[in-house]
């Protein structure tokens, strides 16, 4: 593994023990020409995925974008970081296994936006203010008025 920090071809892994939910394996390496130390992470992959985004341009799936966008929407929020990266394998599993080597990219944010529902409601929002591309207050106000969960008036009836 090439060395992130000075391009040294030659790495020692350190430490190598699988991630929690044994989706991955987390080494840790050691670069002995400029020192350095750094987190790499090996996964399975079952197949190469192509994202087609709305205008119909082909990119290749990147995980780290998906992590990056929930990390976001999660930023101050009590989220766990295990919990996003689960969330992430879980959805890569999930397109992974469509048996489909294209995916479009509303699928994608829609795996992500039942994923943020279940996981935290302001993340959810503010996810879906991106995604959906909330250009007014009014935009918001509707789109938790879908969510918010209705009191029923006659409880005390």
Known sequence: MRCP???NPDTQVKDSRPTEDNSAIRRRRFCSSCGARFTTFERV???ELNVVK???QRIPFDRDKIARSILTACRKRPVDEERIE???NSIQRRLESLGESEVQSSTIGEMVMEAL???DKVA???FASVYK???EVKDFENFVETISEPISRDENA
Do not use: D, M, S, T
Request: hydrophobic share 35%; net charge positive.
């Open 5 to 7: 920090y000075c391009a």
């Open 45 to 47: 992959q079952l197949r």
């Open 54 to 56: 709305k205008n119909g």
């Open 86 to 88: 689960r969330i992430v």
């Open 117 to 119: 529902q279940g996981l």
């Open 124 to 126: 959810y929002v503010r």
């Open 133 to 135: 591309n909330f250009r």
